[in-house]
């Protein structure tokens, strides 16, 4: 079955600390993988789109990574604020069954 | 600014009503989704559509139906409303297949 799995579901850290998001997937045929953001009681904001043929990208202090052999992407955010506090969530566009597949999200909280 | 809209934003409606939520995208986007969102089971595709006149069944589609008239417009339809569709639903849409995913603000749907 293709899934996908996001640990931990919540994570708690200072204002200031360098963080990652860990997400898993069980098939290594995908097309795709996306990192999305979602603030209490609003939809998702994509934030970065890794294609399989990439092993990583960047935007501004965010950070994802892609390897597709062990199954494993990170998402790393550096210095973190808590603006960033939100659920963020990791999707994989498996290249069987068209559609993508999302993980249940980490909870992420930036105390000040 | 292109963009997507759900309405309404809040429905409390009863059990066995017919309900239609509508979503609006701007984007002139070919495919649209709509998901629902529930504690422990993260998002799941209801149904999808890759252009006019087509639609597609997803992972949770029973009960629920779409249709597609136009570019602009998905509506999504509980023929028969249940306390099990309680939930949060979100429309999505996107340019190409693969490409990266724009949600609505999502919809908070009530059956009591």
């Known amino acids: 079955k293709q899934e996908v799995t996001q640990i931990p579901a919540a994570l708690s850290v200072p204002e200031g600390e360098n963080l990652v998001l860990n997400c898993s997937f069980t098939?290594?045929?995908?097309?795709?993988l996306q990192w999305f953001r979602q603030d209490p009681g609003k939809g998702l904001t994509s934030l970065l789109l890794?294609?399989?043929?990439?092993r990583e990208q960047t935007s501004g202090r965010l950070n994802a990574s892609l390897d597709k052999s062990s199954g494993r992407s990170t998402l790393y955010i550096a210095a973190s604020q808590p603006g960033d506090s939100a659920t963020y969530l990791c999707?994989?566009?498996?290249?069987?069954?068209?559609?993508?597949?999302f993980g249940q999200g980490t909870e992420l909280s930036v105390k000040p | 600014d292109a963009e997507i809209t759900q309405s309404p934003r809040h429905k409390i409606t009863e059990t066995g009503r017919q309900v239609t939520l509508a979503c609006h995208q701007t984007?002139?986007?070919?495919?649209m989704f709509w998901y629902r969102q529930d504690l422990g089971h993260g998002l799941r595709l209801i149904h999808y559509?890759?252009?006019?006149?087509?639609?597609n069944k997803g992972e949770v589609s029973d009960g629920y139906s779409v249709s597609r008239s136009n570019t602009e417009d998905l509506p999504l339809t509980l023929e028969s409303a249940a306390s099990s569709q309680t939930s949060v639903y979100f429309c999505?849409?996107?340019?190409?297949?693969?490409?990266?995913?724009?949600f609505g603000p999502g919809t908070r749907l009530t059956v009591l």
């Open positions: 890794i294609q399989s043929s990439q």
């Open positions: 999707a994989v566009f498996y290249n069987q069954g068209g559609k993508l597949i």
């Open positions: 984007w002139n986007h070919n495919n």
């Open positions: 999505a849409s996107s340019g190409g297949l693969t490409d990266t995913q724009y």
């Open positions: 098939d290594s045929a995908i097309y795709n």
């Open positions: 559509s890759y252009g006019v006149q087509d639609t």
